[in-house]
């Protein structure tokens, strides 16, 4: 799986977007960029994920480059309760897969009022 | 309610003492993993069982143990607990690996202290 880079700390106004960057240089074709976060010490909790297309949920959006060598996370109105370690995550399938979800340092945002 | 349970969430032991920490998950999923989190190191996977009765080794497996009898429990087994295995673990579910988008959920963490 490729490896993935992410700024250690991040700072949001509270109602403002968090834009959160990833780069993941060596990504191959058939790797998807997941997100997770972490609340403190609690289980990471899957926020979404994408192959090369830009993708939005509930959570959030992912937006991915057009050669995917980097991904934004964007939380479109932060909360307080959005602080957390975010972690990108950049994932292969098939059936060598062993499911283990590699997390690096991630990114730790914090959400002021 | 989709989730995976662990328990205890805190326990405070001796070295040498057996103990199990518990894990069940209600999504029929085949895949099960634990992780320990320790600062510094991040999230390092411990043991992972692609089905029941399939389990293999992760990064760190040393001092544990894993059974996987059932699809819904995986156990964590630390026969003769040691200091060094005082951390944060965490254990996790998803459908098979080997298929595209796969996320994990993941339990509430236990947190062990081995005196």
């Known amino acids: 799986d490729a490896k993935t880079t992410q700024p250690p700390s991040m700072d949001c106004a509270e109602g403002r977007a968090a834009n959160l960057p990833c780069n993941h240089s060596t990504i191959s074709g058939n790797e998807y960029v997941y997100w997770y976060r972490q609340i403190h010490s609690q289980g990471p909790q899957y926020i979404i994920h994408g192959l090369k297309n830009n993708e939005t949920n509930e959570m959030a959006s992912l937006i991915i480059t057009e050669d995917r060598k980097s991904s934004t996370l964007i939380l479109p109105h932060a909360t307080l309760r959005d602080t957390a370690v975010y972690y990108c995550?950049?994932?292969?399938?098939?059936?060598?897969?062993?499911?283990?979800?590699?997390f690096g340092q991630g990114t730790t945002l914090q959400v002021k009022p | 309610e989709a989730q995976v349970t662990q328990n205890p969430r805190y326990l405070i032991t001796v070295t040498g003492k057996k103990l199990t920490v518990t894990c069940s998950q209600n999504?029929?999923?085949?895949?099960m993993s634990w992780y320990r989190q320790d600062p510094g190191l991040g999230l390092r996977q411990i043991y992972y069982?692609?089905?029941?009765?399939?389990?293999d080794k992760g990064d760190v497996p040393e001092g544990y143990k894993v059974s996987r009898k059932e699809k819904r429990n995986f156990p964590l087994i630390l026969e003769s607990p040691s200091p060094n295995q005082t951390s944060l673990y965490f254990c996790?579910?998803?459908?098979?690996?080997?298929?595209?988008?796969?996320?994990?959920?993941f339990g509430p963490g236990t947190r062990l202290t081995v005196l």
């Open positions: 995550i950049v994932r292969g399938h098939g059936s060598s897969n062993t499911g283990k979800l590699i």
């Open positions: 999504m029929n999923h085949e895949y």
């Open positions: 069982s692609m089905n029941v009765e399939v389990t």
């Open positions: 996790a579910s998803s459908l098979y690996p080997g298929i595209a988008y796969n996320e994990q959920f």
